[in-house]
């Protein structure tokens, strides 16, 4: 697959945790932006140089989710039936307190933080030191991003219990969706030290495990987890997300295939699924799983961005645009999209709008050196090698090591005739990459020898 067309960095895991109970922001259905491309500077400068190398076309990392806490699309039927059950027990036994906190369960499930909190204050307005409800506020906290409120409750729980496995894992989801993913991980290993057979915990400690760079422990605790929870469609997603991390796509894909079969309205499987499969170059199929997701959830814009990246690498570039433009259409915010459709655009030598998109993404990413490598690339298009360059150190400077970034750098030499500078850009390419982009790095520097420069 083209190494700059960017996914969003796979596979959050979904923890009882995205991707994404630990929900590290599935984008899929999301927000709007006011941001406007920034002015650029017109330069004139020696013609063209078309790159023959790839930047970065990008999918964002899915996001880790778990039971209690998925990535939001619309509700699914069995999310709705199981809310209409808990109101109608509700009704039929009104002072009871089981009932409340389930339907406030299966209220956080559909996604209705606010009416979910309701019915755990109602629980907690009658009895002040009831556990269950405490961490149905925890809970939601965690859903609605609120951290510092979701320890503060689980602390809360635990004072009133403190063998409870629940509230410490509910402390380690908090921990992990902070960032704090080593702080994370001894509280999911107590929650395992008070019940080992806590698959959620177990669930969750392989997640902030895999966050952690261990992904051998990681793959254990969810393989481990499966074999628990055979019937469990997160854990499978999850592990799913891990081995796809650790470049196991072929065994990724027949968990992530697994997770779907197991619960056909989760869109995010169907997703991670066909990102797995692009990554073994099945481009086609992978096409058909963006097609399930979005028949499940229309809005998701992860779907559409992947089915862009599909057809790029298929070189249906003009149809790659469309996708491309239907992901910023439900998600303005979006910075890899962007990002996808400057790439694209550039490829389309369409570098005017190229340079539009590049400046939009900048906007919403300021910190991503794909995003100004990308933009180097679209003015070395143009011609405007000075302004190439600005860009393309730019990118260095957040991401030194990038040989993309490089070769860029030295197209942009070659361009403004400084030969002997662009020989020391291509050799810096063959030490960061001697086996893909070393060759091409290479028969540049044959060619400027043939030709005598120095």
């Known amino acids: 697959m083209n190494s700059s067309l960017c996914l969003p960095r796979s596979g959050t895991t979904v923890a009882a945790s995205l991707t994404f109970c630990l929900l ?35 999918a964002p990392r899915p996001p880790t989710t778990s039971t209690l806490n998925a990535p939001k699309g619309k509700p699914t039927r069995a999310a ?114 008070l019940d080992s057979s806590y698959t959620n915990a177990r669930m969750n400690l392989g997640i902030a495990l895999n966050a952690r760079g261990k992904s051998n422990d990681a793959v254990r605790e969810l393989t481990r987890a499966v074999q628990e929870t055979p019937g469990d469609y997160l854990v499978h997603y999850n592990l799913g997300i891990v081995l796809k991390d650790a470049g196991e ?40 799983k963006s097609r399930q997701a979005i028949e499940v959830n229309p809005q998701c814009d992860r779907a559409y961005l992947n089915w862009g990246v599909a057809l790029y690498n298929m070189k249906q570039l003009d149809a790659s645009v469309e996708k491309y433009r239907k992901v910023i259409e439900l998600n303005p915010s979006f910075a890899f999209a962007y990002n996808n459709l400057g790439y694209t655009l550039t490829d389309l030598e369409q570098y005017d709008e190229a340079i539009e998109q590049f ?31 600005d860009k393309i150190t730019q990118s260095i400077k957040l991401a030194p090591k990038n040989p993309f970034a490089f070769m860029n750098w030295a197209d942009a030499l070659l361009g403004l005739g400084r030969n002997a500078e662009a020989r020391r850009k291509l050799f810096e390419v063959i030490k960061l990459d001697p086996q893909r982009l070393g060759p091409i790095a290479q028969a540049k520097i044959n060619d400027l020898n043939a030709r005598g420069n120095e």
Request: aromatic fraction near 6%; hydrophobic fraction near 40%; glycine fraction near 6%.
């Open 249 to 288: 796509n072929a065994r990724a894909a027949d968990f992530l295939r697994r997770s779907t079969e197991l619960n056909a309205e989760f869109f995010p499987a169907f997703v991670e699924w066909g990102n797995a499969l692009m990554n073994l170059g099945n481009f086609e199929e992978s096409i058909d």
């Open 80 to 193: 709705k039936a199981r809310v209409e059950a808990a109101r109608t027990r509700v009704q039929n036994t009104p002072d009871s307190a089981a009932a409340v906190i389930e339907l406030g369960e299966a209220l956080l499930e559909e996604g209705s933080t606010k009416e979910a909190a309701e019915n755990f204050e109602r629980v907690l307005q009658k009895n002040e030191a009831d556990v269950s409800a405490i961490l149905g506020l925890a809970r939601t906290a965690i859903a609605d991003g609120e951290t510092k409120t979701a320890i503060s409750q689980v602390k809360k729980a635990l004072a009133i219990d403190s063998l409870n496995a629940q509230a410490w894992n509910e402390w380690g989801r908090a921990l992990y969706n902070s960032g704090e993913s080593k702080e994370a991980l001894s509280k999911h290993r107590r929650a395992l030290e």
């Open 359 to 389: 400046s939009k993404a900048v906007d919403l990413d300021p910190q991503n050196a794909i995003f100004y490598n990308n933009w180097g690339r679209a003015l070395n298009g143009q011609g405007k090698f000075n302004l190439a360059i």
């Open 24 to 58: 590290l922001a599935l984008s899929g259905c999301g927000g709007a932006s006011d941001e406007e491309p920034a002015p650029q500077t017109a330069e004139t400068s020696a013609p063209a140089v078309k790159s023959n190398t790839s930047a970065n076309l990008m």
